[in-house]
């Protein structure tokens, strides 16, 4: 039986004990009521479990879509969208746009570009300059420590917020406008 079957079983198997422990204290009076807040509890533990397993299954399917690089799911895009869209649809899926940590993760991930965005030659990445110019974060807001800028980059000033990767040019990163439509590729952490 799979483990999120058991795990339903073992919840099911609580909520009956809780109605009748309940139905008999109805009818008995009880001296502590440790006993309920105790499966209570018990069965809201099962219940993160089984979210923890749905949620791990879900990054499963993400991995078999996409590929698995480093600890984490890439999963690349259908169609271009804006800098924004793009982060939007990552966060809809449960990941965030793609940050490139490292020159060997860089390189894994423009290999994925260039198996699975036919065509593209560029690619949003989770890096950008909004808020202070020249400042990289990545879209969670914290700062960059990898760079792989293309010669003379970054050079857009306060027009170029948005970084993208070249697949074409060994990966190497430029500063574009957010409103520009390319393709991306979402990442999904693993457990």
Known sequence: MANGAKLLCLIWVGVVIISGTTAQSRSKPSRSGKGKDDLKNEIDKLWREVNSLKEMQALQ??????????????????????????????????????????????????????????GAGDIWIGVNDMTTEGKF???????????NW????????????????????Q?????????????????????
Do not use: M
């Open 150 to 169: 293309d010669r003379n980059e970054p050079r857009g000033g306060t027009r170029e917020n948005c970084v993208v990767a070249s697949i074409s040019s």
């Open 171 to 191: 990966g190497k990163w430029s500063d574009e406008v957010c409103r520009t439509e390319k393709r991306y590729i979402c990442e999904y952490l693993i457990p």
């Open 137 to 147: 974060v990545d879209v969670n807001g914290l700062p960059v420590t990898y760079f």
């Open 61 to 118: 399917t993400v991995c078999l879509k996409g590929t698995k690089i480093h600890k984490k799911c890439y999963l690349s895009s259908k169609s271009p969208k804006s800098y924004h869209a793009a982060n939007e649809d990552c966060i809809a899926q449960g990941g965030t746009l793609t940050i490139p940590r490292s020159s060997d993760e860089g390189n894994s991930l423009r290999s994925y570009a260039k198996k699975s965005l036919n």
